[in-house]
């Protein structure tokens, strides 16, 4: 998979996940050379949901960040190019200050997150990346404080719901499980379909690619698999809920009133076929009715 349909998708996947909870700014533009952020995020007063349920996530965006994901393991010069990107910001951030007349505190400048499906321990060492146990979950590697920065090591996070939406980044195995997880979710989910979504729409420009690795076609057959599922889910539960709407229509004029009584029996009258509830709704009297199917 080339790193632009991952850029992509990443940009794509971390807007939707975190607009909710603030101003999500993809691809912006900063001083110096001509640089791009990947995400540049501001949390808003009173977030349309709660950031704990985003998980590892959602404890990112507590304050203002940048988040630079990335494909395969970046290079020591990929990270040294994103803390620039970080330090350029600064430099936008300071020259404000000084055009209002107004100090820069340290608290208020953005934290830099690289999210990076492995990180070897040579890497780490070699930025003075140090984990936080204390506050932190394994995986969460923090550069030394001067330089506001944190390298996720996707692959070592703990393989948690609080980890499942950063783990969707990572590769092979990680990723793999983690869409399992995602299938796994309640229907009722919110972001179970939102994020399905998006990971098929992945799966469709991944496939238009001439050129794919074995890595990349065996992602797709998985996704594939992913997608068949939810859709044929995403059929039974119309079926199933066109099936109550009817049973409600009938019980409604055959009795002129959906009382609390009649409600309870529709879950037992929708698992039949629709001749079947329709006969027997027709039929019987509404005794009759609670007594058969009110268990």
Request: glycine content about 4%; some cysteine; proline content about 6%.
């Amino acid at each position: 998979m080339t790193r632009q349909q991952h850029d992509q998708f990443a940009k794509q996947y971390l807007e939707e996940l975190l607009s909710p909870l603030g101003t999500v700014e993809v691809s912006r533009e900063v001083t110096d050379e001509v640089r791009q952020v990947d995400i540049f995020f501001s949390p808003i007063p009173s977030p349309k949901v709660d950031p704990q349920s985003l998980g590892l996530l959602g404890r990112i965006a507590q304050s203002t960040a940048l988040l630079e994901p990335f494909r395969n393991q970046p290079s020591k010069t990929e990270i040294r190019n994103c803390i620039i990107k970080l330090f350029s910001v600064y430099g936008d951030f300071q020259r404000k200050a000084k055009r209002e007349n107004t100090s820069l505190a340290e608290t208020n400048l953005p934290r830099l997150w690289v999210l990076a499906p492995s990180a070897s321990p040579g890497l780490i060492e070699s930025f003075g990346g140090k984990l936080d146990l204390d506050n932190w979950l394994p995986g969460v590697f923090f550069l030394p404080d001067a330089f506001k920065t944190a390298i996720v090591a996707i692959n070592q996070l703990p393989a948690t719901g609080e980890t499942l939406l950063c783990r969707l980044l990572g590769r092979d195995k990680v990723q793999e499980e983690a869409v399992k997880e995602l299938l796994a979710l309640p229907q009722e989910n919110p972001l179970r379909h939102n994020i399905l979504e998006l990971v098929f729409s992945w799966r469709v420009s991944v496939q238009t690619q001439d050129i794919l690795t074995e890595d990349d076609q065996e992602l797709i057959m998985k996704l594939t698999a992913a997608y068949q599922e939810a859709r044929t889910e995403a059929v039974q539960e119309g079926l199933q809920e066109e099936r109550r709407q009817v049973l409600e229509s009938l019980l409604r004029i055959r009795f002129d009133n959906l009382d609390d009584e009649l409600s309870t029996i529709i879950n037992n009258l929708v698992d039949l076929p629709p001749e079947e509830y329709t006969r027997l709704c027709l039929q019987l009297s509404r005794e009759e009715l609670l007594a058969r199917f009110n268990n």
